[in-house]
C-alpha cells in the first residue's frame, strides 16, 4: 500500500513544473500556482463554489461542499510539501488558519446566543408588534423599517434584522406587492449598511477588527458613506411609495421576564470584548465568552424562576401528559441557555470553516499573492476595493474580505476601510448578493425576487458610487495604518 502510495506522489511529482519542488530552507513558502497540486486545488474551490452558488436550486446546505473541499486541498498542500522535503511550513500555515477560525466561531457563538436568547424573550417580537399596531403611513413603514435596520443591524446581525422588519412589512401590507417589493429593497440595503459601519455589524467587519487592520473607533469613521449609500437609494425609491395609510393590526407583545436585562447584558459584553481587546490586547473573544458565562448564570435563576412560578394544575398536567412528553417536546419550556445556542447558525459556522480553511489552503499554494498583484499593483488599492465590492454582489463576502486580508496588501487606513465599507454594502446589489436579500425572498416569496430587485439595482449602485466618493472625500486623508488595538 506503502509503494502505491508513493507511486502516486511520484507521478504527480512528474506532472509538475521541477522548479516548483525545489527544497525549501527553513520551511519557506513555495510557489505551487501552476503544479498539478495547485491547479487541481483551484479546480476542487471553484467546484465546491459553484455548490454553494446553487444552494437555493440544489437544496444542499452551502457548508457541505465546502469543508470537503477544505479537507482536498490541504491534503493536496500537504502532499506537495512533504513531496520537496518541508513537513513544516504547510502545518503550521494550517495551525495559524485553524486559530483565526477558533477565535471567529466562540466570538460568532456567543453573539448568536444572544440574538437567539433575546428572540425566546420575544424582544423581537414586541418591537414587531409594536410597529405593526402603530398605525403608521405606507410611507412611514418604509422609513421606519429602514431606519430601524440601519441602527440595529451594527448590533444584531443583518439576516435577523432584515427578516424582522420584512415581518413588520408583509402583516401591515398584505396584498400590495409592490410597496413590499421596494420596502423589502429598502430593508435589506439599510441592514447591509448599517453593518458596515460596526464591528459587529457583519462577519466581515468581525473579520477587519480581530486581523488588527483598523482599529474598534475607526469603523465609526464609514457612519456617513453607509449612511449615505442607504439614504440615496431609500430616497429614490420612496417615490414609488404610494400615500396611503393601512388599517392598523392589533399585536402587542409582552417581553418576558428577563428580556431587557439579557439586552442590556449583550452591550455590557460587547463593551468587555472592546476593552479586553483595546486595554489588555488580548483577542475581544475573551470578553464575549466572559459574557456569555454571566448569560449562562443569569439563565439559571431565570429557569429557576420559572420552574417555581409553575402552578400545581400545570404541574400535574405535566404529570397526566408524561407518556406524550417521550415522545413530543412541550411547547413552552422552562429557560435553557443550551437551546439558544443548539439554535445558532450552525450551517454558517461550518461555511465559515470551509471559507477560511480554503481560502488559507489557496493563500499557502500562492494564488492570493498572484490575485494581490494583479489587483492592488495592477489597478491600484482604491479601483481594487471597488471590484471586491462589485464581486461580493456575486461571490458570498466572506471568502472575499478573507482573501483580501490573506493578501494583506499595504494599504494606508482610508483604502482598510474603503474595502470593509464596499465588501458590506457590495451584497446589496443583487438579492443573492448577501445572507439578508437571500432570506427575504424565501420570506416574500413570489414578490421580493431577484429580477424585482434587479429593476431597481441602478439606484442601489448610484448609493454605492455616492458612499465610495463620499467616503474618499471625508476620509481620504486617514493615511495610517491600521494596528491591533
Request: charged share 10%; net charge neutral; glycine share 10%.
Amino acid at each position: 500500500m506503502n509503494k502505491i502510495f508513493l507511486g502516486l506522489l511520484t507521478l504527480a511529482g512528474l506532472l509538475s513544473p521541477c522548479e516548483v519542488f525545489a527544497a525549501a530552507s527553513g520551511g519557506a513558502a513555495v510557489d505551487l500556482t501552476h503544479s498539478a497540486f495547485g491547479i487541481a486545488a483551484l479546480v476542487v474551490f471553484v467546484t465546491a463554489y459553484a455548490l454553494v452558488i446553487a444552494e437555493e436550486f440544489l437544496h444542499l446546505r452551502k457548508s457541505k461542499p465546502v469543508v470537503v473541499a477544505a479537507g482536498v486541498i490541504w491534503a493536496l498542500v500537504g502532499i506537495a510539501y512533504v513531496m520537496q522535503g518541508d513537513t513544516g511550513y504547510a502545518a503550521d500555515q494550517l495551525r495559524h488558519n485553524l486559530l483565526e477560525y477558533g477565535e471567529l466561531l466562540l466570538f460568532l457563538l456567543v453573539a448568536m446566543t444572544f440574538i437567539n436568547t433575546l428572540q425566546e424573550r420575544d424582544l423581537f417580537n414586541a418591537l414587531r408588534g409594536w410597529l405593526i399596531s402603530a398605525g403608521f403611513s405606507l410611507r412611514g413603514i418604509f422609513w421606519l423599517t429602514g431606519l430601524l435596520a440601519f441602527f440595529i443591524s451594527p448590533i444584531a446581525d443583518n439576516l435577523t434584522t432584515a427578516l424582522i422588519m420584512a415581518a413588520v412589512v408583509m402583516a401591515v401590507a398584505a396584498g400590495n406587492p409592490a410597496f413590499i417589493t421596494v420596502a423589502c429593497i429598502n430593508i435589506v440595503v439599510a441592514a447591509n449598511a448599517g453593518g458596515a459601519f460596526s464591528p459587529f455589524g457583519d462577519i466581515t467587519t468581525l473579520m477587519v477588527w480581530q486581523k488588527g487592520v483598523v482599529h474598534f473607533w475607526d469603523f465609526f469613521h464609514l457612519f456617513i458613506p453607509a449612511a449615505i449609500n442607504w439614504l440615496v437609494p431609500a430616497a429614490i425609491m420612496s417615490c414609488a411609495v404610494a400615500k396611503g395609510k393601512p388599517t392598523a393590526v392589533q399585536e402587542r407583545v409582552p417581553v418576558k421576564p428577563g428580556g431587557y436585562l439579557i439586552l442590556a447584558l449583550f452591550l455590557f459584553t460587547i463593551a468587555m470584548a472592546v476593552s479586553f481587546h483595546n486595554f489588555l490586547h488580548f483577542p475581544p473573544v475573551i470578553g464575549m465568552m466572559t459574557g456569555l458565562g454571566l448569560l449562562s448564570l443569569y439563565g439559571y435563576r431565570l429557569r429557576q424562576c420559572e420552574l417555581h412560578d409553575s402552578s400545581s394544575a400545570g404541574r400535574q398536567q405535566l404529570e397526566l401528559d408524561e407518556p406524550l412528553r417521550r415522545y413530543y417536546k412541550p411547547r413552552h419550556r422552562p429557560f435553557d441557555i443550551f437551546i439558544s445556542m443548539k439554535r445558532a447558525e450552525w450551517d454558517t459556522l461550518m461555511f465559515f470553516y470551509g471559507v477560511i480553511l480554503c481560502v488559507g489552503g489557496l493563500g499557502t499554494i500562492g494564488y492570493l499573492a498572484l490575485v494581490s498583484e494583479q489587483l492592488y499593483v495592477g489597478l491600484g488599492p482604491t479601483w481594487a476595493n471597488i471590484l471586491v465590492g462589485l464581486l461580493s454582489a456575486v461571490v458570498d463576502n466572506i471568502p472575499v474580505m478573507y482573501a483580501v486580508l490573506t493578501m494583506n496588501p499595504d494599504m494606508p487606513l482610508s483604502q482598510w476601510l474603503l474595502v470593509t465599507l464596499t465588501a458590506g454594502v457590495g451584497g446589496s446589489l443583487l438579492s443573492i448578493g448577501s445572507a439578508a436579500g437571500v432570506a427575504l425572498m424565501g420570506q416574500a416569496r413570489g414578490v421580493y425576487t431577484f429580477f424585482s430587485h434587479l429593476k431597481w439595482t441602478w439606484a442601489v449602485a448610484l448609493g454605492y458610487a455616492a458612499s465610495i466618493w463620499v467616503h474618499l472625500l471625508l476620509n481620504g486623508h486617514l493615511q495610517h495604518a491600521g494596528a491591533a488595538g
